[in-house]
């Protein structure tokens, strides 16, 4: 599989149309929640719900950059260990996993 890790602003707009031609032609993608936003929660909610639907992998900064580095023998590790444990902003995505119209 060729991978794609996807952030960016108007989750429901260009992250969502990135997404959905980059499955399109057979990428597995990953889009990064907590690096995508919108002008409303709204917009954003339904464009992760939209993107996960038609098979894209929903995730967090933190988490793929884990996956990406492995395992602590990454000579980058203690760097980004340094990183991940500032802390971040709430993103507002709590209310996606409560909604019950929503397949997440």
Same mark, same amino acid.
Do not use: W
């Given at each position: 599989?060729?991978?794609?890790?996807? #952030?960016?602003?108007? @989750?429901? %707009? #260009? +992250?969502?149309?990135? @997404?959905?031609?980059?499955?399109? &032609?057979?990428? =597995? %993608?990953? +889009? %990064?929640? !907590?690096? +995508?936003?919108s002008r409303s929660l709204t !917009? =954003?909610?339904?464009?992760? !719900?939209?993107?996960?639907? @038609?098979?894209?992998?929903?995730?967090?900064?933190?988490?793929? %950059?884990? &996956?990406?580095?492995?395992?602590?023998?990454?000579? *980058?590790? *203690?760097?980004?260990?340094?990183?991940? *444990?500032?802390?971040?902003? !709430?993103?507002?995505?709590?209310?996606?996993?409560?909604?019950?119209?929503?397949?997440?």
């Amino acid at each position: 599989f060729n991978t794609a890790i996807i #952030c960016g602003i108007e @989750a429901h %707009v #260009c +992250v969502l149309q990135t @997404a959905i031609d980059l499955l399109s &032609q057979g990428y =597995r %993608v990953y +889009v %990064v929640v !907590d690096a +995508v936003s919108s002008r409303s929660l709204t !917009d =954003r909610m339904y464009a992760f !719900d939209h993107m996960r639907q @038609a098979g894209a992998f929903l995730t967090t900064f933190e988490s793929i %950059v884990l &996956q990406l580095t492995q395992d602590a023998s990454h000579p *980058k590790f *203690k760097q980004i260990q340094q990183l991940i *444990k500032t802390s971040a902003a !709430d993103t507002g995505l709590f209310p996606l996993q409560n909604n019950p119209h929503s397949s997440l």
